[in-house]
């Protein structure tokens, strides 16, 4: 598949990069209140549920605009919009897998730290490229 037209990418890039900083820095500076979220949302099948429709709707359209895989940052929008999509729909079709893998996760002390520092550096670099003011490749926004 081709690449999607620049202004794509970098539209997808200001709306997610900012999302992405937000979370990280949200995790990063109150650990605690997150791992607290992380607990209930383990106790709520319905939550499960509904965070899997919204998760797989949003992948999904993410993909539609931008499902190419180019050696450049734009990598990382297909790559969250297919992570995105899968596991919106693994909490959809197996919301106890979602449960587990919360509860693994939780179960580390530093998991959280390292969460918030790569969704951090995410952030930053969709940040970077969709509000750059010069074209990535010398193509028109």
Known sequence: MTAPPLRISVFLARLLG????????GVLINAAAYRAMAEEF????????????????????ILLNHNAWVADWRFL?????????I????????PQGTEAAISWFLQRPT?????????????????????RREPVTGAKR
């Open 42 to 61: 383990l106790h709520s099948g319905a939550l499960i549920y509904v965070t899997g429709l919204l998760g797989m709707t949003a992948g999904v359209a």
């Open 111 to 131: 998991s959280l730290i390292i969460a918030g520092i790569i969704w951090l550096i995410i952030g930053a670099v969709l940040c970077f490229f969709g509000y």
């Open 87 to 94: 596991g919106g729909a693994q909490r959809i079709v197996w």
């Open 77 to 85: 929008i297909t790559l969250f919009g297919w992570l995105t999509t």
């Open 18 to 25: 900012p999302v992405c900083v937000a979370i990280a820095i």
